[in-house]
């Protein structure tokens, strides 16, 4: 089935590491999007991409890096300059600046804890 | 910048209508969304309309837009508990590549 796929779904990590979340689709949708999650401030945009190759910053870029060599994947590194990386983080999708909607597809979600 | 709003709390009674309500800042969006969220999951599109719409249904969900007050809402009819979970506005604005969303409303259903 269809679909992205976010991994790990849990991860911990010891303050001053850098961690990568992967985010992998199959649905052949153009543009992709890392959005962290806090309790009471909703989504916020992080990076985005529309082609291959190309991405953008979004609201709160400082301490993360993506990359996106491939079509069907958009990683996220979490870097050891991220002041309070604790968070759920939501890869999504959707297809391109043509499509009907725009309806964005979500993954289920990497926690990442820092200890 | 651009800015979505909601409340972050509403608590009905099971049966009864629940409304979230939405307030946004531009003013040449093309598509506002209601998303919902499941404890620990993604979000999953409920429902999107049109700016040149004043309102559409889909079965117990009834979404209203006034374009003059920049106010979306979302009434689902017959709430039950199976409709627990953070429900978010969102908005697509001028530019197509980024959607903003609001902080998210949880609802939470009493018997």
């Known amino acids: 089935d269809g679909g992205i796929t976010q991994s790990p779904k849990y991860l911990f990590r010891k303050e001053g590491q850098n961690v990568t979340l992967s985010c992998e689709q199959n649905?052949?949708?153009?543009?992709m999007y890392w959005y962290r999650q806090d309790p009471g401030q909703g989504l916020r945009l992080i990076y985005y991409s529309q082609i291959v190759n190309d991405f953008q910053k979004g609201d709160i870029a400082e301490g993360y890096s993506v990359s996106r060599e491939k079509k069907e994947s958009f990683p996220l590194t979490v870097t050891s300059a991220q002041k309070n990386p604790t968070a759920f983080y939501l890869c999504a999708s959707r297809p391109g600046e043509l499509s009907n909607t725009g309806e964005l597809f979500f993954g289920e979600g990497s926690r990442l804890t820092v200890l | 910048g651009e800015d979505v709003e909601q409340s972050l709390f509403l608590s009905v009674r099971e049966g009864d209508s629940s409304v979230i309500n939405c307030t946004y800042t531009d003013s040449s969006s093309t598509y506002l969304y209601w998303y919902k969220q499941e404890p620990g999951a993604g979000l999953q599109l409920l429902t999107y309309?049109?700016?040149?719409?004043d309102m559409k249904q889909d079965q117990r969900l009834t979404v209203l837009l006034n374009k003059k007050d920049k106010h979306l809402s979302l009434r689902i009819a017959d709430t039950q508990t199976g409709d627990s979970a953070i429900y978010f506005c969102a908005d697509s604005y001028s530019s197509a590549s980024k959607i903003i969303f609001g902080s998210g409303t949880r609802l939470s259903i009493r018997p």
């Open positions: 649905l052949n949708h153009d543009a």
């Open positions: 309309i049109f700016s040149n719409m």
